[in-house]
Every structure is written in C-alpha cells, then in structure tokens.
C-alpha cells in the first residue's frame, strides 16, 4: 500500500521495494524488535497486534545462557486482519477532507508476540522509539503518537496499561464489535452475510474447553485431565481402580474369605471320614484335587483386587484359567471315571482295563496340559501387562490389566468353556446309571450352573467400564466356584454329618439289592 513500510531485521520494505535500513544512531539496539508496521503522517496512531508466537528460551542461571533469543516462530496469519483494518481505517480517515483537514494520519504498530517482556518493550517503543533504552531519547524521527489502541487481549492491555499510565498517554480499546464477546467456555462462530466483525458463540464440543474470552477453536485437554462443567478449565482426573478399601472390594474381599473357609471345612470333613463309603467312592484322590483347586480358585480373586502391578497382571487371567481347567478336567475325570466302571461290569467288557486311577488322572493331566501350554503361549508372546486408561471414563484414570492380546485371552476362556460344555454332556448322559454314589446328577446340576454363569460373563464383562469389568470377572469366579462347592459337595456333607446311618457299607448294600 502507498506510503506504508515495514522494518523486519535490519530491512525497510515498501512500494520502492527492500533496502537496508539506515542507522540514525551510533549506538546499537541489543535487542532489536523484529516487526513492526509503519506509515508516516502528521499524527500517528500506536497499536499492538498479536499476530506472531515467539518461543522465548527461559534463563534458569544454572547454564551457560544460549546465544540465541528464541526458536523459530509460529505466524498466526487470521490475526493480520487486525494490521489490514487499522491500515484502511487510516487512509479512508486521510481520503476524506472533512474529518481531518490538512492534517494526515499515520500508524505505527508492534507485535506483543504473547510475551510479557516483548509487551513491555514494543509498548516503550512506541513511546521512545530509540536505539538505547534511556526513556525521552529521540534517536528515530519523531513520532507524534496520539492515542495507542489496546492489544487483542486483556492481558496485553493490562500490560500496555502498566507503561502508558506512566506517561499519561491515552489507550484507546478495541471496539469493533458488533456483540458481545463469547466467554470462556465457548469459541467464535462468523455469521454469513454479516460484518466481519460480526459472530456468534457456539459451546466447546464435548473434550474440549477454550480459558479465554473469544477464542477462535476450542482444545482439549491433557490426556490426564478432563473439561469442567462449564468446560473453561481442565480438571486433573482421578485414578481408578477396584481396590481393598471401597465398599464393593470390601465385599468380595469377604465372600471369597468366607468361601475359602467353608472350603477348608469340608476339605476337613473329608479328610477326617476319609474311609467312609461316601468319600471312597468315585475316586478320594480326585475328590481332594477338587476341593484344593476350588480353594484357589476363591484365593485368586485376590489378584484382581487392588492396582495392578506386573506380578499381579502376568497371574491374574492364567493363575484363574488353569486352576479352573483343572476344576473342570476333575469333575470330566469322576463323570468319565463312573461311566467306564459301568460298562466295565458287562460280561466280556474290553473296558475293564480302564478301570482305575491311571484313567481319571490322565484326564485330569491332559486336559490341564492343554490350558498350560496356551496360557505358557500367551505370555510368552503377548502377556499382559498394567496399563492407564484415559478414555473410557471421563474424570477418572483407570489402572487396568491389559490382555497384551485380546485373541490369546478369548482363546483361554474359549477352551475352558469348551471343557466345561464336555463335561456338561458327559455327566448328563451318566446321570441315571445306577450307582447309589453316583455323583453324574450333581455333577450335571453344577456343571448347568457352572456354563450359566460364564454365558452371562461375556456380554457383562464387554458392556461395563473401569473397574466394574474387573467386579464382574471376581464375581463370575466366586459364583461358579460356589455353584460347583455347593451342588457336589452339600449333598455328601449332610450325609456324614447328618444322617451317618447311610454311610454304611450294609446300607449301601441292601439300597442296591
């Protein structure tokens, strides 16, 4: 534009084109303003825009100080609007002989470059435009500076503020608004067809919040933090996890102690009445390995109870995946072991020499080896590992378990639920063989209860969040491991204890002839 020139690191630029500027002083500037926006006339008109972001490097005096100021800046080039409307508001002013007669405006406009310190200097300059910082010295033309219009925001006209009433100059505010500015908490929106001053106000998208008044875009938060209500600040999230203090940890914590007593009560039971019919029959040794991974099956409900840790993270899913397979391989051995004893009993049976313990623990050691291998598999490859979930909630950090993989852990209860199943069908078909202890009925119920509750675990475990997933996974244990206690073992504990008579060898005897 005519008349108009620009200084930018020791060059004048103008309609006549780029020249280096001459120094008027034989003093240097030690810290030399690198933008500046500059037409000459009678009167001048001062102003800071805030158009370009300097990253200042901070002085701590604990190193050797860097040689250079600041990194290389980022231009936000919508703010240059600002630079363009006073330019054209001064020469409509200067066009028009009626406002001003005989007198000619010009402006002379700085970057606060969003730094306290440059707000400082560039205001001083406007004032003293020198080459040393003695207030009053005039080493450049004179100015004329009549009135300093307020920087963009409120902090830079404070700051202005600080210098300009010193020396009595007027600050005039930005006023070329056509509505009131959006508050924290919301962005601008332009209005089509309107004034370019013109706009509304839209709220922050969810995630997002903007601090300051007329703001153009919203930003989110820190991966730690979440919006406020009124979404103009950021608040620090909480951790989360399901631990030993909380009124539903408090609770699982004492069902599961209390189901391990009550399994060590009838592991007492048995042991102590250990030559008894009811405990002899279909294989004692299973029945002990039974009842022992029952009891680490309440005990490893502890591991997902409180933060995870590495250790923790690495049992959790395995510990509980081969201790239930070697619940469900125990109850396949008995089932499997009843069915062969019968047919063994045909004349001719080429089954009798399966009979014996040699069978039972060859399933139970099989069928353990296999959720062995895919779990020895899992961590090798993918283990899991603790984990922050940011994103699931939305003012809380969830500490969590991560599967490592997904696919090796669907795999895991893949196979369990598979085992379970077989054992379901085989029972179910043994049911009514006629052996007065024949436990395939009780075995079928526990084991019907057993598939319920894991069919209903899936779709519960993928649809809650945060530490509930981890409640819903220690319920699911206690409720199967209790069903299994309760269906098999109820039934034989009241014989011995309550109606002994029928723990008798004689009774047994004349109830199946």
């Known amino acids: 534009m005519e008349g108009q020139s620009m200084k930018f690191l020791g060059f004048t630029i103008n309609a006549q084109g780029i020249h280096p500027t001459p120094d008027k002083c034989s003093a240097k500037d030690p810290l030399p303003v690198p933008h500046e926006w500059y037409q000459p006339g009678d009167f001048l008109i001062g102003g800071i825009v805030s158009q370009i972001l300097y990253p200042f490097y901070i002085t701590t005096f604990q190193e050797q100080p860097s040689l250079s100021l600041f990194e290389v800046p980022e231009i936000i080039t919508k703010f240059y609007q600002h630079v363009l409307a006073l330019s054209f508001a001064v020469n409509e002013i200067n066009k028009s002989p009626k406002i001003l007669p005989n007198v000619t405006l010009g402006f002379h406009i700085y970057d606060s470059y969003y730094d306290e310190r440059m707000t400082y200097r560039t205001t001083l300059d406007l004032l003293f435009k020198g080459h040393t910082f003695v207030p009053s010295y005039k080493c450049d033309v004179q100015r004329n500076v009549i009135a300093i219009i307020g920087g963009l925001s409120g902090d830079v006209s404070l700051r202005m503020v600080d210098i300009l009433g010193l020396y009595k100059s007027p600050q005039v505010p930005p006023l070329s608004l056509c509505n009131d500015p ?186 353990s080896l296999i959720q062995v291998g895919i779990c020895v598999l899992w961590l090798g490859t993918s283990p899991p590992s603790p984990s922050l979930d940011t994103q699931s909630l939305r003012g809380e950090i969830v500490a969590e378990c991560s599967k490592g993989s997904a696919t090796m852990f669907y795999i895991v209860l893949g196979y369990l639920g598979l085992l379970s199943l077989i054992s379901l069908n085989v029972a179910f078909l043994a049911r009514k063989l006629p052996d007065c202890f024949n436990e395939a009925k009780f075995i079928t119920f526990s084991m019907l209860m057993f598939c319920s509750v894991w069919l209903s675990f899936v779709p519960t475990y993928l649809s809650t969040k945060g530490k509930y997933t981890v409640a819903v996974e220690i319920f699911s244990i206690l409720a199967s491991s209790a069903g299994l206690l309760t269906c098999i073992f109820c039934p034989k504990c009241y014989i011995i204890l309550v109606k002994p008579q029928l723990n008798k060898r004689g009774q047994i005897i004349r109830r199946n002839y």
């Open 182 to 367: 959006c508050p924290p908490g919301y962005l601008k929106k332009r209005k089509e067809g309107e004034k370019f001053c013109c706009y509304g106000c839209d709220l922050c998208p969810d995630g997002k919040t903007s601090e300051q008044k007329d703001m153009d875009n919203c930003i989110e938060c820190p991966e730690d933090q979440y919006p406020n209500e009124n979404q103009d600040g950021c608040i620090l999230k909480m951790l989360s996890f399901l631990s030993y203090e909380e009124p539903l940890g408090i609770s699982l914590a004492s069902v599961a102690i209390f189901l391990t007593l009550i399994t060590v009560l009838v592991l007492s039971i048995f042991i102590k009445y250990k030559d008894t019919p009811v405990v002899k029959a279909n294989n004692r040794e299973i029945t002990y390995a039974l009842l022992i991974s029952l009891l680490l099956c309440f005990l490893c409900s502890f591991l997902f109870l409180g933060q995870p840790r590495e250790m923790t993270c690495l049992l959790r899913q395995s510990a509980f995946s081969i201790i239930f397979s070697v619940a469900v391989s125990c109850l396949l051995a008995k089932t499997i072991t009843v069915v062969v004893a019968f047919v063994a009993t045909k004349p001719g049976s080429s089954m009798r020499k399966w009979v014996g313990r040699r069978l039972a623990n060859s399933i139970i050691f099989s069928c």
